[in-house]
């Protein structure tokens, strides 16, 4: 077993050493006070999770309204700047002040290209003309650039995994077309109306109202955990773990969001005197995040924060449900 696992991590470091090493050009970028509230957001749900006495609990609301002031804006104009497409092939023209980031897509640099940030594609490829120009540096992750000797380059898919990048790229394509957000508002949707049927929404909803610094603690320590191996197993190829990886972080978002959403809506029902205020607070819970996805970054950070929130709620009341039994 021990042989076998260093194969693997042996077979796996150069692409996972380029993606860090992509990973820490994109982070150079943001300023250093979003990675002192990333840090501090982590220090402190594991204090809250750990210790959730009242004087920790005070402190934890004070360092999270913290976090998300150091973190947020900053994040907000990074993602601004940065053009990124899911798969689809992007043609760059002209001044690009950020970022060119493709998953699952190829990129084609024209002649009059200046992209003054970072050129990056995942399972795909960059063209580049001679005379395009370049602040940052090329990065084909898991695929090629062909005749440029500067770009970073990791060894594409083969096998079994080219088989599995070959189905996954439509998919990419698929969901960046748009469709990801109607995905998204159906999938949160079900997962309510499935907490409904099981009679565990108001349940989860007096769990969240009754401890929400605890639940949000544990709901990022929980999203932290998913996300990192996610995209460590993409970097190094392994895409059918990393897709499984993904799909249930997806779904465990969308789960946690909809305990979220109907907590919120329920609360807003009850505070304006609205007949059927466990069904109107659903529904309005759904309108009010189908309404932000007109606004991609707020839609974000509220399918992210609320998601993690609910998934607390969920961790805390199974944990809970085990203790008593």
Known sequence: MIGLTLLGLTSAWPNLAAG???????????SPLAGVGLVLLLAVSLL??????????RFGAAAFALSAVLTLPPLYQAFGRSGITVGQDVT?????????????????????????????????????????????RVNALLGHAPGD??????????????????????????????AWSRIFVVLTGGMLLL?????????????????????LALGVLALALLIGPALGLAL?????????????????????LSVSVYDAGRAAAYRLRLPAPDVVGAVLGLIA??????????????????????IGTLLLTRSEGQGRI
């Open 289 to 310: 995040v189908a309404l932000s996805l007109s606004l991609p970054p707020l839609a974000l950070i509220g399918a992210l924060v609320g998601g993690a929130w609910g």
């Open 20 to 30: 860090a090493a992509v990973a820490q050009a994109l982070i150079a970028q943001v």
């Open 236 to 256: 190094a190829g392994l895409l059918v773990p990393a897709l499984l990886a993904c799909a249930f972080a997806l779904l465990l978002v969308a789960t946690g």
């Open 92 to 136: 760059v023209h002209g001044q690009v002040a950020g970022n060119v980031i493709a998953l699952g897509g190829n990129v084609i640099l024209a002649s009059d290209a200046r992209v003054q940030g970072e050129v990056i594609t995942l399972f795909g490829d960059v063209r580049r003309d001679p005379q395009a120009r370049v602040t940052g």
């Open 149 to 178: 000797v500067t770009a970073r380059q990791t060894a594409p898919p083969s096998g079994l995994s080219l088989a599995t990048a070959s189905a996954f790229r439509p998919l990419l394509g698929w969901l960046g077309g748009a």
């Open 195 to 215: 907490l409904f049927v099981t009679g565990a929404a108001p349940l989860l909803a007096r769990r969240q109202r009754h401890a929400p610094l605890r639940t």
């Open 48 to 57: 809250v999770a750990w210790r959730p006495t009242p004087a920790v609990q």
